[in-house]
């Protein structure tokens, strides 16, 4: 039996994914939304503490935005909060007289919340979880960084609060234009923390990862796909290579988001389960 009163999950959401979309996604076979048992079953193995960044409730202002209920109105957000370090600083600083031990949990670029959580606060976490996660090591997020994604980075570090505010009242007028530079401008000073995870080798902690892999009869989207599963592989060796407590499990066209899929979100919380019985 766990303990629930001896573990904390620290929930670090994808780009745009809100404390409710964590277990409420849109079902397009039936249009409408659907409620998993993802967070319910996480909370029968301990508390949970819900990482909410601002930047997300840009969403609540785009017209005619079918998921906007997901959102919150306040998007009272600076440039600091697009800080990877120091926004686990300040999470840190809510949960550090919890009790007991923390499992970091990361879902796309939440990966990197929770690779410097665990790294600056090791002593506190018993292992970390990432589903799906913006790629950590030596790893090409895009089909070329140099070319495409570190020029954009530099573009949108430019950016400092006062242009940021601008932009944020253009927003409150449902200017569409206005939160796509807001959500670059978000999600490219986030990636500024790729130069630490570019170095990510050894994580202090057991980690367990869970990866989506994308096999599809699409010409499309073949060559992005592959270069993707490809990618996924060269992460899991170069893990393997210097994690001895690494587990890496993938899945096959689960899409971005497992937990929302009932077989991959179940295995997900038998391996966690697992994971706390075998570490705490």
């Not at 993802?38 to 202002?61: A, Q």
């Not at 949960?95 to 796309?108: A, E, L, N, Q, Y």
């Not at 066209?253 to 295995?267: A, V």
């Amino acid at each position: 039996m766990i303990n629930q009163k001896k573990i904390m999950f620290i929930m670090f959401p994808g780009f745009g994914v809100s404390k409710k979309g964590w277990d409420t996604h849109y079902e397009k076979s039936t249009d409408s939304y659907v409620k998993t048992d993802f967070i319910s079953k996480l909370k029968k193995m301990g508390t949970i503490y819900f990482h909410e960044p601002l930047y997300h409730n840009i969403k609540h202002y785009i017209k005619n935005y079918k998921s906007k209920f997901l959102y919150d109105e306040n998007i009272d957000f600076t440039k600091e909060n697009l800080d990877v370090s120091k926004e686990c600083e300040k999470v840190y600083e809510k949960v550090k007289d919890f009790k007991g031990m923390f499992i970091p949990v990361g879902h796309s670029i939440g990966s990197y919340f929770a690779y410097c959580f665990e790294q600056n606060y090791s002593s506190r976490c018993l292992f970390s979880v990432i589903i799906d996660g913006s790629p950590l090591g030596p790893i090409n997020q895009t089909l070329n960084d140099e070319k495409k994604l570190y020029p954009l980075i530099e573009k949108y570090e430019k950016y400092d609060d006062i242009m940021i505010n601008k932009l944020k009242e253009k927003l409150y007028k449902n200017d569409e234009k206005a939160f796509r530079k807001l959500a670059d401008i978000a999600l490219y000073n986030i990636f500024k923390y790729k130069e630490i995870t570019n170095k990510a080798e050894k994580f202090n902690k057991p980690l367990i990862e869970f990866y989506n892999i994308n096999i599809k009869d699409d010409k499309k989207s073949v060559k992005k796909d592959h270069f993707f599963n490809l990618n996924r592989i060269k992460e899991i060796e170069y893990l393997y290579k210097h994690n001895n407590n690494y587990i890496a499990i993938a899945f096959i066209n689960k899409t971005h988001y497992p937990y929302d899929i009932d077989e991959s979100r179940e295995i997900i919380l038998k391996s966690i389960k697992e994971m706390i019985d075998k570490y705490c």
